[in-house]
């Protein structure tokens, strides 16, 4: 049992450890923070591309809403295949903040 497992199953628990224990359970929280980071990084950095309906339906806006704010550039598409596309990002930013970035 290491100490991690040891603080969450007796966690009012008295020990004494040697150096390298500490030193050995330092190093394995910061591996598992780093890695947790890491993954929330590569998770925020990977963006999604939404259709016009899917957009609507999220903002709750018309064909014609959309549509406007498009030709005022308020809501910028980005053409995949043809076909507009909006960044997700985009759209939880007018969510959270009321406007584009």
């Known amino acids: 049992m290491n100490i991690s497992e040891l603080a969450q199953c007796a966690p ?3 020990i004494t450890i040697t150096a390298a224990d500490l030193k050995d359970f330092a190093t394995q929280l910061i591996a598992e923070t780093k890695a947790e980071l890491e993954q929330t990084v590569r998770e925020s950095n990977a963006e999604a591309y939404l259709t016009g309906e ?5 903002l709750e806006i018309s ?3 959309l549509w406007r704010w498009k030709q005022r550039g308020y809501l910028t598409p980005v053409r995949l295949g043809g076909n507009d596309r909006y960044r997700l990002s985009d759209i939880k930013h007018i969510l959270e903040k009321g406007g584009p970035k």
Request: glycine share 0%; hydrophobic share 55%.
């Open 12 to 14: 009012a628990i008295n």
């Open 63 to 65: 064909k014609a809403t």
């Open 54 to 58: 899917k957009v609507m339906e999220m």
